[in-house]
């Protein structure tokens, strides 16, 4: 049997989670600082990273926000941890809802490490125009010999996207987190 795998889905839409989700903005910009490149960062990164609610969204709280700089709640981080991942660089980070008052310090800006080329391209679907490093798929297939043993890890072929193993998703379904979702992908047979 293949070994599961999934995207880490934290892009829902209204509908999906069911509520209106709140929306960060005002990031502060950290030059040279890329998250998704799976690397440690090589610059040291000014703490804690200070973000606003954007007015315009919801005001109930994630347990993950998907911006240039990913930001986490620590009950997201504590299921992660749980299932033994420990593959990620965690900074200091507050979201503040200017509307309300409220300062939020539960989060961390994380960096997940781990950058991995294990996409079968034979038996994955994307378009072909899309260059390598970001690759448009419409049919992800996961060669799980090349994923090693992580559980956690970007995509080499799109490093926007983030894979989790079984282990992971049990983990976050059982949390109970907000805004989150794991999407399944296809495995090659071991």
Known sequence: MARPFFIFNDMLEDSDAGFRQSQIWKLPRIPRTSWITGSPHRSPIPTPIEVELNPEFGTELLDSYHE?????????????????VDNFDLFDAIIRDPRSGLVASSYKAVNVLGSVN??????????????MGAREFTKLVIDPSKARDLKMFRLSERPTLLIIDDDVRRAIESAKLRGIR???VESTPE
Do not use: Y
């Open 68 to 84: 240039f700089i990913p930001l986490w709640s620590d009950k997201l981080i504590a299921a992660v941890r749980g299932t033994g």
């Open 118 to 131: 294990c996409v079968d391209m034979a038996l994955s679907t994307f378009d072909p125009r899309s260059e």
């Open 182 to 184: 794991a999407d399944p």
